[in-house]
Structures are given as C-alpha cells and as structure tokens.
C-alpha cells in the first residue's frame, strides 16, 4: 500500500520568514495530495490542495508544488503569521473515494 | 449547517468496558471515515463507508466495529477497550453529488482514555 513519509517534525521559524515542508510517497499511481492545518484541540481542515495533473498551485500566501518524477510534494507558506502555528499534514490517494494515506505531521511554530 | 459533529468530546473508560462513538453529518454527504491519531503516527483509518448500508476495513481495524444505518451518522464501536485504544478519534466525510470526491472534512474528535 501507499506510505508518505514527512519532514520535517518540527519547525519553527521567525514570523515573516517562510516555511517549507516535504513529502514523499510510494504509490507511483497516487493523484490527490491535499494538505491539512490541525490547531490545537480541533479536527484537521483541508487548506490546499494539488492533483497529479498540476505541477504547482497557489492560494494567497500558501502554494504546493508536485514532481511526480520524484514522488515528492511539498507545502510553502510565505510571510508566515503567529496564526500559521500548528500541525501540517499531508496526504497521497489514488484520488475518488480511494482512502488518504497521512503523513506524520509537522509542528510549525511561529516565532513573534 | 454544522457539518462533521461528534459525540462525546472526551471520555474515559475502564479496560473491557463498550462504548460507541457518534459521527454525525449534515452535507449529505455519500462516504464516511473513521480515523485514529496518535503521537508521532499521524492519521490511521480504521472503517470506512461508502454509502449507507455500507461499511469496509482501513489500515487498523481490529478491536472497532461500525454501522451505518442512516447516511448522515456513522458509528464507531468499542465491544471491549484496551488501553491500547487511547487514543483521538476524527471522524470525517466527503462527497456530495456534484462536488469533489476527494475532499474529506473532518470532525472536532473525541479523546478517549482507556485505563
């Protein structure tokens, strides 16, 4: 089955600067790689994502790029604001109603 | 419209005590999920729906059953807990006629402490 691997598991960066995180995955017929923001206490909420038929795609200060060669996505977030802190996951489906496969998680901390 | 809602929030059972757990939707939604996280391990399905009357195993099925009677609740099960049960669980749902089929919306979770 499908296994995505996530770097790194902890992050933290000065507001203002920018964040990136990385996954990789295993299931070369994966398609829909979404990400997701948990904050603390709450379930996870879909941010952005990106289908194999794109190679990036942007929302305001957040964008995710995809090398399908590679196998690797990754998540951007520029200007990066206290709000951003939290923890990122990402995730691989053959797309439909196949079933997520989850990364680990990143913790991102902001720094004021 | 409140979307994915689950009962309870918290609870703490004792070890071979049952309990179930209530997810609820109301987006009309056709598949349902039930998922586990845990430190370090991030998100794990356990069952999932693909319609009512329907449930199949995920990734860690073992010690859980679920029903699907109505298409807006789905039901976790917990015949005897196991402290290796600890643990938070999301339930979350996707797909209604006309939009994405991928997109999963999740609920607030239930922490569940097994002793």
């Known amino acids: 089955g499908e296994n995505v691997e996530q770097h790194p598991s902890t992050l933290s960066v000065q507001e203002g600067d920018s964040a990136v995180i990385k996954c990789t995955y295993s299931?070369?017929?994966?398609?829909?790689f979404p990400w997701y923001k948990q904050e603390l206490g709450k379930g996870p909420q879909l941010i952005i994502d990106i289908r194999s038929n794109v190679g990036e795609k942007k929302d305001q200060r957040i964008a995710v790029t995809l090398n399908k060669t590679a196998k690797h996505f990754s998540l951007h977030i520029t200007e990066t604001q206290p709000e951003d802190s939290a923890v990122y996951f990402c995730a691989a489906s053959l797309g439909g109603n196949e079933k997520l496969t989850f990364g680990t998680g990143t913790r991102l901390t902001i720094i004021p | 419209n409140a979307g994915v809602t689950q009962t309870p929030k918290f609870r703490v059972l004792k070890t071979g005590q049952s309990m179930t757990l209530l997810c609820a939707q109301d987006?009309?939604?056709?598949?349902m999920y039930w998922y586990r996280q845990d430190p370090g391990m991030g998100l794990r399905l356990i069952h999932y729906?693909?319609?009512?009357?329907?449930?199949a195993k995920g990734e860690v099925p073992d010690g859980y059953n679920v029903s699907r009677l109505k298409k807006q609740n789905f039901l976790l099960g917990l015949e005897s807990a196991a402290p290796s049960q600890t643990s938070v669980y999301f339930c979350a749902s996707s797909y209604a006629a006309g939009g994405s089929t991928d997109t999963q919306y999740f609920g607030p979770g239930t922490r569940l402490t097994v002793l």
């Open positions: 729906s693909v319609g009512e009357g329907t449930t």
């Open positions: 987006m009309n939604h056709e598949y």
């Open positions: 299931d070369s017929a994966s398609n829909y």
